[in-house]
Every structure is written in structure tokens, then in C-alpha cells.
């Protein structure tokens, strides 16, 4: 079983757990109306870099793996005790009943085993997504706060594309340069660094 979580798979945390493209955009009802000549102010965040610096992320990866480590390895110590007692029917005569017996009660046990390590991996896909619900929330929480607090208009997600890791192909390339929602920002609008001192204090 393939259990992942945030960094998991190869890939960044704000893009394992069917989160997809989070084009995370910040509106206030009590923003400044627009009137001729009169920008509203934004701000930018870089949401892949906050949840990955958030405390409460790590603090969550660390539950999940305490819950789930004991079950996995209790289908792994059995998955080690269904290969041996395969071992072992080597020993026997396929044509003896005693054969047909263990042969027929290993092959259900491996099945269920089966299910039980695709139950393990729904239930922990589960969790996590129920743990990125609560990451996010907080963090959209403490973006909106930060916003008001700067009397910004709206906060959009930026994110850097990395073209230089040595593991990249032209997919990851390709795939990476679509997902860019912002191509150029003031760096003087880049709210991160705010956003994670609020949010670990």
C-alpha cells in the first residue's frame, strides 16, 4: 500500500491530496469601492511555501503518521506470515487433502488481507484530506485578517516554477509553467513572510 502524505510522492505539498490548483483569491465586503483613477491595493502569498513552513502542517503530518504506522505494519508483519506458510505448502503433496485445505484458507486470507490494506489506504486518504481541510482554513483564515488589516482589495496565490532540478522533464516543465497564475508581482506585495509569523506564533 502507498500511503502518501504532502511531500510524499515526489511532489509539493500544496499539490498532493487532490487539492488541485488552488487559485486561492481573497475578496472583503468592506474593500474600497472602485472609482475612476483609484487602484485597489492586493497582496500576494505564496501558499505552497506557507503551509509547507506552517508548524501546525508538520504537527498534523507527525499525528497521522503516529495513527497510521501501527496499522501498517500490522498488515506487513501478516503479509510476512501469509509468505511463509506459502513457503511451507511447497512441502506438501499438491494432490493431498491437507494441500487443498491450506491452499484454498491461504488464498482467502490473502484476499482479505487485500481488502484490509485498500480499506488502511481509503481511510488514510481520508484523513489526509481532512487534514488539509483544517490547514487551510486556518491559513485562509489568518490571510483574510492580515488583508483587512492592510486594507487590500483581494490576496492571489503565487507560487516559483522551478526549471533547473535535475529530475525535471519537459511534462514537469510544461505542467509547472500552466499552473503559474502570476507571471511578474511587485515584490514589495509579497505577503508570505507576514502571513507565517502570524500564523506560528
Not at 499539490?15 to 483609484?38: D, K, M, T, Y
Not at 488589516?149 to 526549471?163: I, Q, T, W, Y
Amino acid at each position: 500500500m502507498t500511503a502518501r502524505f504532502f511531500n510524499g510522492a515526489g511532489g509539493s505539498s500544496a499539490s498532493v491530496v487532490g487539492v488541485g490548483v488552488l487559485a486561492l483569491v481573497v475578496a472583503f465586503l468592506g474593500s474600497p469601492l472602485r472609482s475612476e483613477g483609484v487602484t485597489e491595493r492586493i497582496g500576494i502569498v505564496d501558499l505552497e511555501r506557507v503551509v509547507d513552513s506552517f508548524k501546525k502542517t508538520e504537527s498534523l503530518k507527525e499525528g497521522l503518521r503516529q495513527q497510521i504506522e501501527p496499522m501498517l505494519e500490522a498488515v506487513k508483519t501478516r503479509e510476512r506470515e501469509l509468505k511463509k506458510e506459502e513457503e511451507e505448502l511447497q512441502f506438501l503433496n499438491p494432490a493431498s487433502p491437507d494441500f487443498k485445505t491450506k491452499s484454498q484458507a491461504l488464498r482467502v486470507e490473502k484476499f482479505r488481507l487485500r481488502m484490509q490494506a485498500e480499506d488502511l489506504e481509503a481511510d488514510w486518504n481520508a484523513r489526509v484530506v481532512k487534514a488539509y481541510r483544517v490547514i487551510l482554513e486556518d491559513i485562509e483564515k489568518e490571510i483574510a485578517s492580515l488583508a483587512r488589516d492592510k486594507g487590500l482589495a483581494a490576496v492571489l496565490r503565487v507560487g516559483g516554477v522551478d526549471l533547473t532540478g535535475a529530475e525535471a522533464d519537459e511534462k514537469d516543465v510544461v505542467f509547472k509553467l500552466k499552473l503559474k497564475n502570476i507571471l511578474y508581482h511587485d515584490p514589495s506585495l509579497d505577503l508570505t513572510d507576514e502571513v507565517l509569523a502570524r500564523l506560528n506564533t
